[in-house]
């Protein structure tokens, strides 16, 4: 098992490189020269002094070879160094930081709530298909799926802040300032979540191991809680990774006001942040199924 972890980690190295790389590139693409454009945003004149570009290229670095400004600028990135917009020449790490912070704690809490309903949820409509459980289930999943989170966020703001007097409606300083945004992107991943954790415990329900488990006198649950949650829960681990990169996605477009450098911290970490939760979502599946870790699984 340790050899596969470390063959993954291997190559999440070798693609948050490729990112970095990706990424170092992004102000290259409109071909301009960022030392005129800095000089052109503080300048009423569209004629600059040659003198002064060229001192604004050494200062950002840009006279020096291609190859030597990308290790510069990736010692500094490892290091916690992001550089100055070259918008307005302010650090932009802080609030990069602090606005990714936001993003990711509000991705983890609406993935967590999507696991603690659609895991029991899906389990228990699987053991009764047809039943009334698995009639609310499929009418819950139908509804979660049709209900838009642009609608959803303000009528829950109506129906807590307004008319029940509790949580809170808007910034950010304590655990209520989690609660709705959660609660609103946590419904397609619970629907999808429920939906995916009742079609793999039907099928885990019908594997021998369960019929061999009820054979030694286990009950349904019991056989299902001690042998078939964590097969049914695989194709959950991996949708986990996939959601969690798709509410990161939005986080792109966070403080773009601070310029090119803003938009590689973003892009790199959103990027980084979705290899790390889908190489954790690959060393899940090695700790949940024992085949995996067999020669002929991995």
């Known amino acids: 098992m340790w050899k596969i972890i470390l063959w993954r980690l291997l190559i999440m190295s070798f693609m948050i490189l490729i990112v970095s790389v990706v990424a170092f590139c992004v102000p290259m693409i409109g071909g301009e020269d960022p030392a005129r454009s800095i000089l052109l945003a503080n300048s009423t004149s569209l004629d600059l002094d040659p003198d002064?570009?060229?001192?604004?290229?050494?200062?950002?670095?840009?006279?020096?070879p291609i190859v030597t400004q990308y290790l510069n600028w990736l010692a500094n990135a490892v290091q916690g160094d992001f550089g100055k917009s070259f918008a307005n020449?302010?650090?932009?790490?802080?609030?990069?930081?602090?606005?990714?912070?936001?993003?990711?704690?509000l991705a983890l809490s609406a993935l967590g709530v999507a696991l603690l309903i659609a895991l029991p949820l899906g389990t228990g409509a699987a053991m009764n298909p047809g039943g009334r459980l698995d009639s609310f289930t499929t009418l819950l999943i139908q509804t979660l799926v049709a209900t838009p989170e642009y609608w959803f966020a303000p009528v829950s703001?109506?129906?807590?802040?307004?008319?029940?007097?509790?949580?809170?409606?808007?910034?950010?300083?304590?655990?209520?300032s989690v609660v709705l945004p959660a609660m609103a992107l946590s419904l397609r991943p619970t629907a999808y979540f429920t939906q995916v954790t009742r079609a793999a415990m039907l099928y885990v329900l019908e594997a021998r191991y369960i019929t061999a488990a009820r054979a030694r006198g286990l009950s349904l649950t019991q056989a299902v809680v001690h042998h078939g949650v964590r097969n049914g829960s695989l194709p959950v681990v991996a949708f986990f990774a996939l959601w969690f990169a798709g509410l990161m996605g939005g986080a792109g477009v966070i403080e773009v006001i601070f310029g090119l450098p803003v938009l590689q911290v973003a892009f790199v970490s959103i990027v980084c942040l979705s290899i790390l939760i889908n190489t954790a979502a690959d060393v899940g599946y090695l700790i949940v199924n024992p085949v995996m870790r067999s020669p002929g699984g991995s």
């Open 89 to 105: 020449r302010q650090p932009v790490g802080d609030e990069i930081l602090r606005a990714l912070g936001v993003s990711v704690t």
């Open 157 to 176: 703001v109506l129906f807590f802040v307004v008319w029940l007097g509790f949580l809170q409606s808007a910034g950010w300083t304590s655990w209520e």
């Open 52 to 64: 002064r570009v060229e001192a604004m290229r050494r200062e950002l670095g840009l006279d020096q």
